[in-house]
């Protein structure tokens, strides 16, 4: 099944792409919660993780810290929320596993309150690679 994710992984789409690597791609979310919210993609298309083969499953959270690194040293974050839905009910929006990294600025912030901060995506891409 075609998603808007693997439209991306095809190069069909643009994304702010902030880390690929044989398994995974991460790039800025569109609509993002915080400062730098990346959302990490397996290049394998499945649904859910009971469906993403092993190797995937197990390098998933290896590659979110690194790509985490990445925006901590660009964009001196605090803290992260490491987040995935998982279905339907758990309020997986894009039918294609998918982690969102959210870089924590302060306390303060709330996770259930999305923020819209896409009017700096160019500026916070080019921190982020350069």
Do not use: W
């Amino acid at each position: 099944m075609e998603t808007i994710f693997t439209k991306i992984i095809n190069k069909e789409l643009p994304a702010r792409i902030v880390y690929e690597d044989k398994l995974f791609i991460a790039f800025l979310d569109t609509n993002p919660n915080t400062k730098g919210h990346t959302i990490l993609v397996p290049k394998q298309a499945a649904e859910s993780l009971r469906e993403l083969p092993e190797k995937y499953v197990e390098a998933l959270m290896p590659t979110a810290v690194k790509v985490a690194k990445i925006l901590e040293s660009k964009l001196y974050c605090r803290a992260f929320n490491f987040e995935i839905n998982d279905g339907e009910f758990a309020g997986q929006e894009v039918m294609h596993v998918s982690m969102n990294i959210i870089p924590r600025y302060n306390k303060k912030e709330r996770l259930i309150i999305r923020k819209n901060h896409n009017d700096n995506l160019d500026k916070v891409f080019d921190i982020i690679k350069n």
